[in-house]
């Protein structure tokens, strides 16, 4: 009996080994596959946020660059521009560069490659002959958009990638580059951010030839290199947009498991690589802990069966042994970070390791024994909805014997409380025979609220935490749908904060973010749980309002947002306040789409803006028609400068004493081939708007000078010829260098030439506007206040330019016979004037009565219908030959 009995010790502690092998073997093959999914899961979620960050960038980069590559004038690309409109297109690229920190700035070159125009920098000085992107545009001017090799920028001495978009003039011919550098250092910003471990890689790829554009770590030698049996580009070249995969990369002999996405619809592909030496690194120490463990205990195991051979007492000192390797191999089972749960067929606790005392919330194992595990854990179906504790995955495990691979499901502590786990389940063997089931499981809370965190920067502006446009767009469809179900309509609020600008310029980025942040808090507030609030960028946001029924409640309900924004924001040390233009436009009255309708609510804000500020319009078709009306004249104004559609008319100033013709006021007019005659009135707006009043204005003088060195002396006194001046031209335009000009060209006496100044242009006088003026009287030219007493007039300029005459607005002579308080007015003008030595001129004269108090009232000269009307120059000329007189 003794003898059997040893013969069974070798034969149990051969099964405890085994058993302890394949348990590592098992646990550390469960801990690898774990490892690697969750690597492979966190490259597809890094790459996932990569490529929403590049393809919004290089959308938003592309769309500015469209935009102006259809507003430039043509003209800003000649060799010889204006300072007026160089200066207008500086001031737009400024204007759109400041919201692309992920650029350098923006480029317009012309058709030669000489880059004409850069955002950051008054005068390039650079060209773009030979590169690449120049090269394609102007041998194939239709493609849409190209992108360049990386390359060192001419101006910014560093490597960028550059994207550019063709100018086409009215025939769709090359007329030009818009061009924008990517800054590469800011994209090599967004990849150092990631936490890859120090092996980790991200690359930037074109798809086609695999070129290199970006490496982190960065690799300078090896950019603008093309790959060729790559397995992932070969799945990028395959077609594939996204994927993960496996595989020792070429360059630095390292194995990674990567996840690849391509950028959009943009020919390039962004990739991430987590290293098995970064992943693996604590999974190796363990597994080296565990096989040096097994081997140790392996070797005192064949010493105790030697030893139990050998004799009874070396058979005693083994099982001393035997009790200490067991205890080394609870140690090893207690050095697992994973929970380890044993349990009968019933479900009922066997044996445990510390981890899973210490994640499911219990002191000992004995406060576990006896419990029914199946019972904590949660499983859920399909639909979402818990399983009934039959249901669950290990009750099924224990049922029927199958194994469960890295499923997921909820806990429950011993406090109660829940939280979300991954387990595996495996049957639990003794004897050959299935006694129940060992359960692996891990706390998985830190990984969800990663995978939540990434989901939510996805979604959401980083800055207020309100929804970004991808998910507006998305609530924006849901509220489509549910309108076109009720017959209810949704509206979309675009909202734009007024001087927002000065705010960030003189307190600083980090002053304007904590109030973007408060008047984000507060338009939250103002609106439903139904509603949406995004932010787009800057200082715009956009509020979705779905189920709105009448007009009334909407505008209460935009009246409260103008309101909360309108109200001071108390920060620490100071009081801001800003307000806020608001466009509205109407699903579906508006627009069927989410771009049409931002587009339509766009619109709408600026007329909020033309309308003072602080306000808000509803979107209508007028609007649309204005703005299309708007770039139809802009984009023809260059045309009908050059092609001669622009000519003068003109109309006779008179001396209301002798009825002599004195001089006239030339009035521009515009032959549109295809409108016909166009008033001032319908285009001087627009020219003013985009600074293309300053050419017109150069040529009005020039034209106006030259007619009237031709016009003949009447009653002995040579005539005068009077040209209005714009306000922008002071600002924009070389006004005395241009009158200079065009009297030289004309050989026109400078007192022959009598400029009209509006009110306005002197509203806001500055020391350069009065240099100029007052040179301009000294160099002989006459001046002339237009619209006299409908501003703000002012005695000291009158002074202080020494202006030669007032011309009294015809708003107060229209009526001058039958209202006595413009009759009031006149008299006090001219009374005024003759006291300061100015002349006084009357337009509006209609009739024999008005002119009759003019004369009494000692005005000295009128233009009128009474008169005549405005008339082109030839005609004009016979006016003159014919003149005898003014008619009683």
Known sequence: MSRRLRLGYPGFFLLVALAMAALMVFLLGAAHGDLQRQAATD???????????????????????????????????????????????????????????????????????????????????????????????????????????VAVGRMAGRPLLFMAVPIRDAAGAFAGVAMAPLELSYLQGLFEALDLGPNGVVTFRRADDGRLVMRRPAQPDRVNQTLSNNPMHLRVEAGEMEGALRFQAAIDGV????????????????AVGIALPDFLSHWQRDAAGAVGATVLFLLLLGLILKRLHASELRGKRATVDLQA??????????????????????????FCNPAALKILGYRSEAALQGRDLPSLLHTHGADGRELVPEACAVRQALVVGTVVHSSDGVFTRADGSRFPVRFDAYPLIKDGEDIGVVLLFADITERRRSEERIEFL???????????????????????????????????????????????????????????????????????????????????????????????SLSLRVGKLLTAVEAPVELPGRSLSTSVSIGVALYPDDGEDFTTLMKNADTAMYHAKDAGRNTYRMFDEAMNHQVQEALRLRSNFQRGLAGGEFVLHYQPLLDLQTRRVVGAEALVRWHDPERGMLSPGHFIPVAESSGMIVPLGAW????????????????????????????????????????ADALSESGLAPD??????????????????????????????????????????????????????????????????????????VRAIVDMAHSLNLVTIAEGVENTEVLAVLRSFGCDEGQGYYFARPMPEAEFRRYLEAAEGVPA
Not at 55 to 79: K, M, Y
Not at 710 to 726: D, E, F, H, K
């Open 458 to 552: 996805a979604h959401h502006d980083p800055l207020t935490g309100l929804p970004n446009r991808l998910l507006a767009e998305d609530r924006f469809e849901q509220a489509r749908g549910h309108a076109a179900r009720s017959g209810e309509r949704t509206a979309l609020l675009f909202l734009d904060l007024d001087g927002f600008k000065t705010i960030n310029d003189s307190l600083g980025h980090d002053i304007g973010d904590e109030m973007l942040k408060a008047l984000a808090s507060r338009l939250r507030q103002q609106v439903r749980e139904t509603d949406t609030v995004c932010r787009l960028g800057g200082d715009e946001f956009l509020v979705i309002l779905p189920g709105v029924r009448d007009l009334d």
């Open 700 to 739: 009005v003088l020039r034209e106006a000078c030259r007619q009237a060195a031709r016009w003949p002396v009447q009653g002995g006194q040579p005539l005068v010829v009077a040209v209005n001046i714009s306000a922008i031209q002071f600002k924009r335009g070389n006004l005395e260098q241009t009158v």
């Open 43 to 149: 490259a597809r979620n890094m790459v996932g946020v990569l490529e929403a960050r590049l393809e919004s960038t290089l959308r938003r980069a592309q769309a500015n660059l469209e935009e102006l590559a259809v507003d430039v004038p043509l003209e800003a690309l000649a060799p010889e521009v204006p300072e007026a409109l160089r200066e207008k297109v500086r001031h737009k690229l400024a204007l759109e560069a400041r919201h692309f920190p992920e650029i350098t700035g923006f480029r317009l070159i012309d058709r030669s490659g000489v880059v004409r125009y850069a955002s950051e920098i008054a005068e390039p000085q650079a060209d773009a002959r030979g590169r690449s992107y120049f090269e394609l545009l102007r041998k194939d001017p239709s493609l849409r958009l190209v992108f360049s090799e």
């Open 255 to 270: 194995e990674r498991v990567y996840a690849f996405k391509r950028v959009g619809a943009f020919p390039f592909y962004v």
């Open 752 to 825: 022959r030439l009598e400029i009209e100044l509006t009110e306005s242009t002197l509203l806001h006088q500055t020391d350069e506007v009065l240099a100029t003026l007052q040179r301009l009287r000294e160099f002989g030219v006459r001046l002339s206040i237009d619209d006299f007493g409908t501003g703000y007039s002012s005695l000291a300029y009158l002074k202080k330019l020494a202006v030669n005459k007032l011309k009294i607005d015809q708003s107060f002579v229209r009526d001058l016979t039958s209202d006595p308080e413009d009759s009031a007015i």
């Open 325 to 350: 390797s067991e205890d080394r191999f609870q140690q090893l089972l207690g050095s697992v970070g994973e929970g380890i749960c044993g349990m009968d067929r019933q479900g009922r606790l066997l």
